[in-house]
Nanobody
Framework: QLQASGGGLVQPGGSLRLSCVVS????????IGWFRQAPGKDRDFVAAIWRSGKYYSTSVKGRFAISRDNAENTVYLQMNSLKPEDTAVYYC???????????????????WGQGTQVTVSS
């Protein structure tokens, strides 16, 4: 089970930190990804973390940072320098230790959280 939280309304240039609390399995055994979906658009890959690495989409690289706390079984997405185009529902998802070619593919993730709304607007 995955529980995402931390969304909200923020002004352009602001920051938010999303959390994804995982239960029922170990972070060491799964790749945890963040995806986002804006109204009328496809669900897009944002970032992923696994035991030995991290990966970001080009649209967020340098602005967002993904991390994890194994003791708390939680994955975080720190989002800085937010832009209006970052507005979307953000989802965390888990897939069993994915290979690099599958990291950004939503269909490779077995478990999904409920989503948290992020709105960037002045």
């Amino acid at each position: 089970q995955l529980q995402a939280s931390g969304g909200g309304l923020v002004q352009p240039g602001g920051s938010l930190r999303l959390s994804c609390v995982v239960s029922g399995f170990s972070l060491d055994d799964y790749t945890i990804g963040w995806f986002r979906q804006a109204p009328g658009k496809d669900r897009d890959f944002v970032a992923a973390i696994w035991r030995s690495g991290k990966y970001y989409s080009t649209s967020v690289k340098g602005r967002f940072a993904i991390s994890r706390d194994n003791a708390e079984n939680t994955v975080y997405l720190q989002m800085n320098s937010l832009k209006p185009e970052d507005t979307a529902v953000y989802y965390c998802a888990a897939g069993p230790n994915l290979i690099m070619s599958s990291i950004a593919s939503a269909e490779r993730y077995n478990y999904w959280g409920q989503g948290t709304q992020v709105t960037v607007s002045s």
